[in-house]
């Protein structure tokens, strides 16, 4: 197989769901092919990769006009880069990448070695990209999704189910096993019971909904613990005070190895409003950690079943409530369920993964 050039754009390489993906795929492909990848803003990368690293270093601004000369200072940035690199294969993962991809790739006359890459639910997104994905993403060689449900609603929007891809986000199995057995010097001590969650402190995560479920579980001394950061920390705080449970939840921020926190943890909890694919689930599997999550759109249910999870109907408080319980006072079935996760995660190891990245334009 002679190796090809491939260049990944995202907007940055944060903790970000995306931006893993983008790293463990960059790193593994890495291995036979000659990699690039390309972050908009400057702010620097918290993964190691193999692959080539390159920052256009574009700013984010709030105000209007700065958006607009930023998006077309992206634009020319990446038709330059492009150009000067010229991959066999551009692939773009999230709208604020993925369109002015489309734009560099059209000056270039290139649209059939890009392929854009939506990382959530596209019919919730904010108007302007629900009507440029309308307008744009019919150009792109191809539109990946991570669920099934996402490639629905990119169906809705493109109308075109030829151009619309369904890959499921890899994991680095052996890498996430051997980090869930490292210990970790954390800003907290570890409690003895915990149940756990992971993400950014966003509407979308409904960790406001996880801190109203944890406050009627009668588990003694159970404490939640929440890794993740985001604009909604001082609202979960007063929703953390309202609730008198200061002493039993924690919430200290991103942390280096989050897989220890897993393999420690009695269950993984997801009570997310709407989803693309939760890394999260098949993190948790691979540590040994059952999970615990809402029936959202989408993913989970595409993930989870009654064998190697618990799915619970959306907004079902007392279906939580009761499958923490059960993993709590039934180790047996615990038990089963860590078995039997563990034989389903293999399918999203990144090898797997990959090679159907590759198989969009044909390379084996």
């Not at 690199?85 to 006359?109: H, K, T, W, Y």
């Not at 109308?159 to 057995?181: G, H, S, T, V």
């Not at 109203?212 to 613990?225: D, E, M, Q, R, V």
Request: glycine letters at 6%.
């Amino acid at each position: 197989m002679s190796r090809k050039k491939i260049l990944f754009i995202v907007p940055t390489l944060g903790l970000g769901g995306a931006e893993r993906v983008v790293s463990v795929l960059s790193d593994y492909l890495s291995k036979s092919h000659n990699v690039t990848v390309v972050t908009l803003s400057g702010n620097g990368s918290v993964y190691d990769t193999e692959a080539t690293y390159v920052q256009l270093g574009t700013k984010i601004f709030n105000v209007k006009v700065m958006k607009f000369l930023t998006f077309i200072s992206r634009i020319f940035l990446l038709r330059n880069l492009l150009l000067k690199r010229s991959p066999d294969i551009i692939i773009s993962f999230m709208e604020s990448a993925n369109i002015p991809s489309i734009f560099a790739v059209l000056m270039l006359g290139r649209a059939s070695s890009l392929i854009v890459s939506v990382r959530n639910n596209p019919l919730e997104f904010p108007w302007f990209y629900r009507f440029s994905i309308k307008l744009l993403y019919k150009i792109p060689y191809r539109v990946v999704a991570p669920s099934k449900g996402v490639a629905h609603g990119l169906e809705k929007l493109i109308l075109n189910k030829r151009k619309i891809d369904f890959i499921p986000n890899p994991i680095k199995l052996k890498y996430i096993q051997e980090m869930a057995l490292t210990p970790e010097k954390y800003s907290f001590n570890i409690p003895e019971i915990y149940i756990l969650a992971v993400g950014s402190l966003s509407p979308q995560k409904g960790f406001d909904r996880l801190i109203s479920i944890f406050s009627k579980i009668k588990i003694k001394n159970l404490h939640l613990i929440i890794i993740g950061e985001g604009g909604k920390r001082e609202e979960l705080q007063r929703l953390i005070h309202l609730h008198e449970l200061e002493k039993r939840v924690i919430m200290p921020g991103t942390v280096k190895n989050p897989f220890y926190l897993y393999r420690n943890a009695l269950c993984l909890t997801l009570t997310s409003r709407y989803e693309g694919w939760p890394n999260v689930i098949n993190e948790a599997i691979a540590c040994s950690c059952p999970v615990v999550s809402y029936n959202c759109k989408y993913g989970p249910s595409e993930i989870l079943n009654q064998s190697n999870g618990f799915l619970i109907d959306e907004g079902d408080e007392n279906g939580v409530i009761g499958a923490v319980n059960i993993i709590y006072s039934n180790k047996d079935e615990r038990e089963r369920v860590v078995n039997n996760g563990l034989k389903y995660v293999k399918n999203y190891s990144v090898d797997q993964i990959a090679k159907q990245w590759l198989a969009i334009k044909g390379i084996s």
